[in-house]
């Protein structure tokens, strides 16, 4: 029995994200085979954007693949989003994938292969129009009249701000490094950066480095980097450093931040303060796909005139 299967779509946006939210409407009637895809976002908050200027909401493509019995039974890809259906065999049950904003990819013929399926990036700026994100749903049964899809983004938001205090210390760069250049979209256990695949990333602009010096926050994006915990004993954030990661010191993201003492200070020179990005600052190395990571620096006395430290 064939059937047509009706795509409705909408954007998944972290859940603990307060500058925006999203709703999907299911305005279709019965036996009309069409969908209609709505956002609804929330003010930004006044975020300024240095290397990349993206629109977080931009959808421009979405290829969509529909696995049955570890085969590949259907693909389609849009470029508008209005109609998106899929001509199915109403008695089998289907695993589906989607790829937003990655072009026309080709699609596996073995389900098994779609957890290698990788998308590469030669530098940050080919993020410029878009971000690229990704969907699934299994055992979906193919007599279905709907499946709802909830794209998620696969960059993380790095949210930055400082407090110099009274060191003098002014903000001259920020960047992120050892960013990954590729994302695999449905890897088991999330992405995770390889040897050969990280680069410096994104970096702080004329207009964040003002913002930053009012006390304002600034924030950077990157590929999802899922390295893990690798200091299961660590107590001690300071020890959160390459060193004591040999193996994945190359692989694992960090954040570096660039001062100078401002003229007038009691001090010249400069210091340089890096912080191992993870979900906590202490043993866990992960940068999660569709997530915010808020980072704050706050500069003292004490740690002006620590030198023996790679943070």
């Keep these: 029995m064939k059937t047509c299967l009706k795509i409705l779509c909408g954007i998944m946006l972290p859940l603990y994200m307060p500058v ?74 289907y695993d589906f994938y989607a790829l937003a904003n990655m072009g026309d990819v080709p699609a596996p013929v073995h389900e098994d292969e779609m957890a290698d399926l990788a998308y590469s990036i ?15 749903s299994k055992g979906v049964d193919g007599s279905s009249s709907s499946v709802k899809m909830y794209l998620e983004r696969l960059v993380a938001k790095v949210c930055l701000d400082v407090d110099s205090g009274s060191t003098g210390l002014e903000v001259v760069s920020v960047s992120l490094l050892q960013t990954p250049l590729t994302v695999r979209p449905f890897a088991e256990g999330g992405s995770c950066s390889r040897n050969g695949e990280t680069a410096a990333g994104d970096c702080a602009s004329s207009a964040d480095l003002s913002l930053l010096a009012s006390g304002g926050t600034v924030s950077f994006y990157m590929f999802e980097n899922m390295q893990g915990t690798l200091l299961g004993d660590n107590t001690d954030p300071m020890n ?6 040999s193996d994945a010191a190359s692989l694992c993201t960090y954040l570096e931040v660039k001062c100078r003492f401002a003229d007038g200070a009691d001090r010249e020179g400069d210091a340089v303060y890096r912080m191992s990005l993870g979900a906590h600052a202490v043993t866990n190395f992960d940068v999660e796909r569709n997530h915010i990571l808020s980072v704050s620096l706050r500069l003292t006395e004490d740690g002006v005139d620590i030198r023996d430290s790679w943070k």
């Excluded at 030669?122 to 699934?136: K, N, T, V």
């Design 122 to 136: 030669a530098a940050l700026g080919d993020l410029a129009e878009s971000f690229p994100m990704s969907w699934s």
């Design 240 to 245: 959160k450093v390459p060193a004591r990661i």
């Design 20 to 93: 925006c939210s999203c709703e999907s409407y299911d305005s279709v009637n019965e036996g009309v085979v069409s969908s209609e895809m709505k956002f609804v976002l929330a003010d930004t908050g006044g975020f300024t954007k240095s290397s990349l200027t993206t629109d977080e909401r931009a959808l421009r493509s979405l290829k969509l693949m529909a696995f049955s019995q570890g085969e590949l039974y259907a693909e389609a890809y849009f470029t508008t989003f209005s109609d998106m259906t899929l001509e199915l065999d109403g008695d089998r049950v």
